[in-house]
């Protein structure tokens, strides 16, 4: 089992930055054997794949719309997986879900374990 809780969320201008973190607690299974993803919902919008991290996190893999301007990484020490988004635009307004999964996958069947989601609103 794996609880995880997505913090950093906000109301920020066009070209700002935001980080947002995603602590997880797990039992069983420890946090680094995992691969982390974050996806994100905008409204009226379909589930959207955003970001991947190997268990390792010497692997990652993002969405065209994001790359270049999205970086995930984690801190296996800390529990912790972080999406670093610069120059944000009005389209990457959403509610933004890390899960934890064993696939290293795009789809959100490859992932067992899912945050309540923090919220991200760009103005433009």
Known sequence: QVQL???????VQ???????????SASGRTF?????????????????????ISSSGRSTHYADSVKGRFTISRDNAKNTVYLQMNSLNPED?????????????TDRHDYDYWGQGTQVTVSS
Request: aromatic share 16%.
């Open 5 to 11: 809780v997505e913090s950093g969320g906000g109301l």
């Open 14 to 24: 066009a070209g700002s930055s935001l980080r947002l973190s995603c602590a997880a």
């Open 32 to 52: 680094s054997g995992y691969d982390m993803g974050w996806f994100r919902q905008a409204p009226g919008k379909d589930l959207e794949f955003i970001a991947v």
């Open 93 to 105: 307004t959403a509610a933004y879900y890390c899960a934890a999964g064993w696939e290293y996958g």
